[in-house]
């Protein structure tokens, strides 16, 4: 499989090259250059299987050329071995129709785990035979930060420096950051937001000198490893209700597009889904955009749902390369809109859009009004960013479809809001009870590039 960029202006790699690169040179994401097709026998086999099987059979024909068969097995295997629940993403009924897909058993109590852990293991197979080694710098809202230092925690041959924003991510969130003690661990709290943060990696990954000089390879979001191991839970959630024998929906609380573009994928791929529904907070620039008001930047406002508080969805672009006919031309125009301000989407490609993707947005109040509701109705204690998900989720539900909403973080990473919400305090599962008493280790940060520079060029291994 080769990969190719939605700007149509960078070289096509394969998958490892996409891996380790992260961002395209011409600005762009990469993409597959076909997406793969799975026939409906193909995926009516996989219902019962164990997680990590179904994982081969749908992420194969993406990595194959990369990697041995077993060599994938293997890393899937190790991946996974260390999440706190058998089934890795089990599925609970909320209501007629309604399922919640809990996405938060892996080492640091959400989603994103489950990309992280897979892409820890894929670049340590890859630098080991490539006798290399690279720095890996991410920005997160909090979630990506501490799956990245887990996943990467304790290897010799990767760097690994997390930028956050200064004093607007959870506690659990900062500490899974900071008290890891691996010398190849560098939490950074920039003063800013997540945007500035965000704005910044790109700015690095721009700059060609230090982006070779150091080796820079990122794991965001934008990274397609990571989007393609979140399309494994989107099969297996939807054999467990009945898929391929009949349709199902999906509501994602989203920040950065790239957990509902992996299910855009699987719909791509011959999963038989409905409706993807993005659920936002009040940082609502997905929903203003999928009713049709353009994809204009407001300022971002801190809520209770931290890891959505994005104005500026990065893996949009790759569902807008689609809207767009494949038109890497007409994707890297829209992006150069987006420098001053923003853009509006043509007729053609909001209608491709609409195809697939629905929308709503919930506000403060909603999200702690769910809490308790979920709580007294369906006696499940859920985070605020699932809270979201759920009542979009309930506000999309059919008799005939079965919706199920991902639930991408663990109550116990956001107590103060589940607290408030519902009077009860989420404990952390025991096998990370003693997270408060552990030594914290940061540096606060300028919002500058330079600094940013400056500080990575100083701490990285020789
Ligand atoms: C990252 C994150 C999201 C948003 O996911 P995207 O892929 O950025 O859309 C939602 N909820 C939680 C808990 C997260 O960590």
């Given at each position: 499989?080769?990969?190719?960029s ?12 996409a ?8 600005g ?89 852990q ?14 290399d ?9 909090g ?67 230090f ?13 397609f ?10 099969f ?6 009945g ?14 597009f ?19 529904v ?5 940082n ?108 979009v ?5 059919s ?26 305090h ?14 914290e ?15 990575i ?6």
């Open positions: 499989m080769k990969y190719i939605t700007r149509g202006q960078a070289p096509e790699l394969t998958f490892e090259e891996m380790l690169t992260g961002l395209a040179r011409d762009g994401l990469y993409l597959p250059a076909e997406i793969p097709v799975m026939s409906h026998d193909e995926i009516a086999a996989l219902a019962g299987l164990p997680y990590e099987e179904i994982a081969f059979r749908v992420m194969w024909p993406y990595v194959s050329g990369s990697f041995s068969e077993d060599e994938f097995k293997d890393i899937i295997a190790r991946a996974y071995e260390g999440f706190g629940h058998d089934a890795r993403a089990p599925l609970k009924q909320l209501n007629e129709n309604h399922f919640l897909l809990e996405l938060f058993h892996g080492p640091t109590l959400a989603f994103k785990d489950f990309a992280m897979l892409i820890g293991h894929l670049f340590q197979v890859a630098l080991k035979r490539r006798n080694r690279v720095t890996i710098v991410g920005a997160t809202s979630d990506t930060g501490s799956a990245a230092i887990e996943a990467f925690r304790g290897l010799d041959a990767v760097d690994v420096f997390i930028l956050f924003p200064h004093g607007r991510v959870s506690e659990v969130q900062r500490r899974q950051m900071t008290t890891p003690a691996d010398s190849n661990v560098h939490a950074l709290a920039v003063d800013g937001d997540f945007d500035d943060c965000q704005a910044a990696l790109k700015d690095m990954f721009n700059d060609f000198d982006r070779d000089g150091v080796k820079l390879a990122g794991v965001n979001s934008i990274n490893a990571r989007v393609l191991a979140q399309i494994v839970y989107y297996s959630a939807a054999v467990s209700v898929a391929p024998h009949r349709k199902v929906s999906f509501t994602v609380p989203t920040g950065n790239g957990d509902i573009f992996a299910g855009y994928l699987a719909k791509r791929m011959g999963l038989p889904i409905d409706r993807l993005v659920a936002t907070n009040q609502d620039i997905l929903h203003r955009c999928l009713s049709g008001e353009g994809y204009f930047k407001g300022d971002t406002i801190p809520s209770i749902s931290p890891s959505m508080d994005i104005q500026v969805s990065s893996n949009f672009e790759r569902a807008l390369y689609y809207a767009y006919g494949e038109d890497g031309s007409a994707v890297a125009q829209l992006m150069d809109e987006l420098k001053t301000g923003g853009f509006n989407v043509s007729q053609g490609a909001m209608e491709a859009l609409r195809e697939s993707f629905d929308s709503g947005r919930v506000s403060e109040d909603e999200t702690l009004e769910t809490i308790k509701q979920t709580l007294t109705h369906s006696a499940e204690l859920v985070c605020p960013h699932s809270a979201i998900g759920i009542k989720g309930e506000e999309h539900r008799a005939e479809v079965p919706m199920i909403t991902l639930a991408t973080a663990h109550p116990a990473k956001f107590p103060a809001a589940v607290e408030k919400a519902s009077g009860e989420p404990p952390l599962p025991s096998r990370m009870s003693d997270l408060y008493e552990r030594p280790r940061v540096t606060r940060i300028a919002n500058d590039l330079d600094a940013l520079e400056d500080h060029k100083g701490h990285i291994a020789e």
